[in-house]
């Protein structure tokens, strides 16, 4: 089982913590972070709130090379420089040179493993690169998007070419017919920060529909 906390999100969940544009969440079990959301200071004092340490994450994984999902690499970083950091080939020399005041990045090219039962997709998509955070639990993969620039669709597509899709939690953006049909299969949908057509999908899907935003844990 993995623990799912959602540290960075625009649409509120719980008391007590910073709602602001971007999306960052913690999986409990390997102390790794993906995505940092935009701002240092608001991730950090969501972390505190939660009772997170800053300096118990080990590996930080980052999603795509867009402000509200990298904007906190230096506040994580500067707590516990010794993280692995996981990147993919299209982040710019800017955001790797602001890793490497820290650390050297491991740049992703393909599916990799990053820690016990989780592994990233390797970068996706054309216009904006990205890759998936993606659990392994006995009732099938778990995806974690930044933004699913490359349409969910295709990332539930790559996904099950290795496994059987379970779920889907983070960012959708710009989600299309094909998006909305593609996650049919799914049993548990929490979407939240940039996904558009959230009240269809909850519609489409009631029976798997949960609600995202930051403070909300999923246990799966």
């Excluded at 070419?161 to 989600?175: F, Q």
Aim: hydrophobic share 40%.
């Amino acid at each position: 089982m993995f623990t799912i906390t959602e540290v960075y999100n625009n649409i509120p969940c719980r008391e007590g913590l910073t709602a602001d544009w971007g999306f960052s969440c913690l999986i409990e079990e390997a102390g790794l972070l993906f995505d940092t959301g935009a701002k240092g200071d608001v991730l950090v004092s969501n972390m505190r709130a939660l009772g997170i340490d800053p300096a118990a994450i080990r590996r930080l994984v980052l999603s795509h090379d867009h402000w509200d999902h990298i904007g906190g690499i230096e506040a994580v970083l500067a707590a516990n420089p010794a993280a692995e950091v996981y990147v993919h080939d299209a982040f710019s020399e800017k955001t790797l040179s602001e890793i490497r005041k820290y650390t050297e990045p491991r740049i992703v090219t393909e599916w990799t493993e990053v820690a016990n039962g989780i592994a990233v997709t390797g970068p996706l998509g054309t216009d904006t690169r990205e890759q998936s955070l993606v659990l392994s639990t006995p009732g099938g993969h778990l995806v974690v998007t930044g933004c699913a620039h490359p349409h969910i669709g295709r990332i539930i597509e790559r996904v099950s070419a290795v496994g059987p899709v379970r779920g889907v939690i983070g960012g959708l953006h710009t989600v299309t017919g094909e998006d909305i049909d593609a996650l049919a299969g799914v049993a548990y949908l929490a979407t939240s920060h940039c996904t558009d057509r959230i009240g269809e999908l909850a519609e489409r899907y009631p029976g798997s529909f949960v609600p995202g935003g930051v403070g909300k844990t999923h246990r799966v």
